[in-house]
């Protein structure tokens, strides 16, 4: 009896059973790879890492989870070539597409969150078609690509949160900037009611400029009432502002801030009661990166009747404050040869003996510049350390008045008369940024932060002609990006990564760690030991300055969006804003 069936030569199976059999594509190296990946990010998230430490792991992590599946796909011996290389062409070539129609999102933003989900959609097909077909496999490859790269061109990317997380909306709905312009226009066709002024001069209880009139952070002089369920602040208004991260100066009846208005950097001049606008100087000039967006960073400065400001792009400008009429600018790119940091020039002019000083990393090895505040004139300049965005600071040691200047080289001292770099501080080397302001305690001691220590405290002492620097402690009890802190008898008060804590100032030990405000900003009203937090989401939040314990008394949503700017307290009435919206409250009532 003939049999139909024959074998094949290396084994005893049917030669038709072979051939109707195709390999099972192997998917399980690409499944482990996509579940570390998300694993890793869940991790992150519940360690609550900070925020760089977050964002460079996402970077690296991306990276390799998209290396990996490229080598693996490339040399996976169960797909044909040809296949492997037209489904990489597809895509590369829809990922470009994508990438190129959508234009004005952050690239890195939208890498970081696109390539994750390709690949794991990507993966997720070719487990659900292992055994099928070539061709079934392949069509459903490039159905998944151009489905998963077309969805990304449905959302637009506005920049990250504290935590590194994009913030997204639906690419149809009007940015913030397109509903300030149009409220701008309608403003226009008003006719604003703003009682004129001849001059204007700082007075106890303004707000002159970053961070208050010593740069700390703290409110003097003035008691409100902590009850705010019986006694809430009181809304006066609020409105939209163009993008940018610079907080307010109020002076008198004048509230000054920067904005982006289109192509061009905005210094503007509103009426502190009520928001409307007195006038606004322009430089065409627009920055704008992956994280904050559009918009200058530095806060307007105010001394002697004139406003000082530093714009992203590096054009610092001298103003009349009553008029806004320019007196003299220098642009340090074009003139010092500065380049433009990667999140922009972010100094808040300081005003000390009769000269403005600002940061800014020139060619030639200077970074600190004191031009003569009333001529504009170069009067020194000094090399204060790398890469900085923090502002220069104050200070008054044995009788000598110095520029404090934290950089990622180190914190150090300069003459504020001569600019001679009188001490300095190294620290570890490797600092992405360190953009917080240092804090001097007294006696010679400064308390600072630093990306790698958490906190630190130096002292400085001045004998015969030498000036020396010892560290006292250093600890990762508060570890801050740029959240700057504020000290109360004894207690340091600021974020650790996004909560709220407190930490002993003597010896840097953490005494409470509560309240999940974001990456927001604090102030300090002294006389009534109360703390006010603007959390990053815009909500305010009134604390009792209490080393023992977390104590919340207050708070009310003031404003929406990501807020990262630092609230101004001026005459009884709390300022805040963000890149979308700026409100003012009374918290003292008259």
């Not at 004005?104 to 078609?129: D, E, Q």
């Not at 340090?332 to 003996?353: D, R, T, Y």
């Not at 002609?465 to 802190?485: C, G, I, M, P, Y």
């Not at 004894?490 to 760690?513: L, N």
Request: aromatic letters at 10%; one cysteine or more; glycine letters at 10%.
């Amino acid at each position: 009896m003939s049999s139909d069936i024959t074998l094949a030569p290396s084994s005893g199976e049917p030669q038709s059973a072979v051939s109707a059999s195709p390999k099972t594509l192997r998917v399980w190296p690409a499944l482990v790879v996509v579940g570390l990946y998300w694993s890793y990010d869940f991790v992150l998230r519940a360690l609550e890492a900070e925020m760089f430490v977050r964002f460079l792991s996402m970077l690296a992590s991306t990276a390799l989870l998209s290396l990996f599946f490229i080598i693996w796909w490339l040399t996976n011996g169960r797909v044909g070539r040809g296949e492997r290389w037209a489904c990489l062409g597809v895509a590369v070539v829809c990922g470009v597409l994508s990438a190129l129609l959508s234009s004005k999102v952050g690239m890195v933003a939208w890498l970081l969150t696109s390539l994750p989900w390709v690949v794991t959609i990507w993966t997720i097909w070719l487990l659900l078609a292992r055994k099928a077909s070539a061709q079934a496999r392949q069509l459903g490859i490039v159905a998944a690509l151009v489905l998963t790269w077309s969805s990304f061109l449905l959302i637009r990317f506005d920049g990250l949160r504290g935590d590194g997380e994009p913030v997204v909306h639906w690419r149809w709905t009007a940015s913030a900037e397109d509903l300030y312009r149009a409220e701008r226009e309608r403003r226009q066709a008003e006719v604003p009611i703003v009682p004129p002024i001849t001059s204007l001069t700082s007075q106890p209880g303004d707000w002159p400029g970053f961070r208050g009139s010593e740069r700390d952070g703290v409110v003097r002089g003035l008691a409100i009432d902590a009850d705010w369920k019986k006694s809430p602040p009181r809304l006066l208004w609020r409105q939209r502002v163009g993008p940018g991260w610079s907080s307010m100066a109020v002076v008198g009846d004048r509230l000054f801030t920067q904005e982006q208005r289109d192509s061009a950097e905005a210094v503007v001049c509103l009426d502190a009661a009520t928001g409307r606008e007195v006038w606004a100087h322009q430089d065409v000039a627009r920055f704008s990166d992956d994280q904050a967006g559009p918009g200058p960073r530095a806060t307007p400065t105010f001394a002697d009747g004139r406003l000082y400001t530093f714009g992203a792009s590096g054009i610092l400008n001298c103003l009349d404050g009553v008029t806004g009429e320019r007196q003299w600018y220098h642009d340090l790119v074009s003139e010092m040869g500065a380049k433009v940091p990667i999140w922009g020039f972010c100094s808040s002019p300081l005003i000390v003996q009769g000269l403005v000083v600002v940061f800014a990393e020139s060619e030639g090895g200077k970074t600190l510049f004191a031009y003569d505040a009333q001529s504009g004139k170069l009067a020194w300049a000094a090399d204060a350390g790398k890469a900085g965005y923090s502002s220069p600071h104050r200070m008054m040691l044995d009788g000598t008045e110095q520029v404090l200047f934290l950089s990622v080289s180190g914190l150090c001292g300069v003459d504020a008369a001569s600019g001679t770099v009188l001490w300095q501080q190294d620290l570890p080397a490797g600092g992405l940024m360190r953009p917080l302001q240092p804090n001097p305690l007294g006696d010679g001691r400064i308390l600072f932060a630093s990306d790698k220590e958490g906190v630190a405290l130096v002292g400085v002492k001045h004998e015969a002609e030498n000036w020396t620097v010892s560290r006292q402690w250093a600890a990762r009890t508060l570890k801050s990006t740029f959240n700057d802190f504020v000290v109360h008898e004894g207690s340091v008060y600021g974020f650790d990564g996004d909560i709220f804590c407190c930490v002993d100032a003597k010896t840097g030990q953490r005494r409470w760690k509560d309240g999940r405000y974001g990456h927001g900003q604090v102030l300090l009203l002294a006389e009534p030991s109360l703390l006010l937090v603007l959390s990053e989401n815009g909500e305010v939040i009134l604390l009792k300055a209490n080393p023992q314990e977390h104590e919340e008394l207050g708070r009310y949503q003031a404003i929406e969006g990501k807020t990262w700017n630092h609230p101004a307290i001026a005459q009884g009435r709390l300022y805040v804003r963000n890149g979308e919206e700026m409100a003012c409250y009374q918290l003292a009532h008259p």
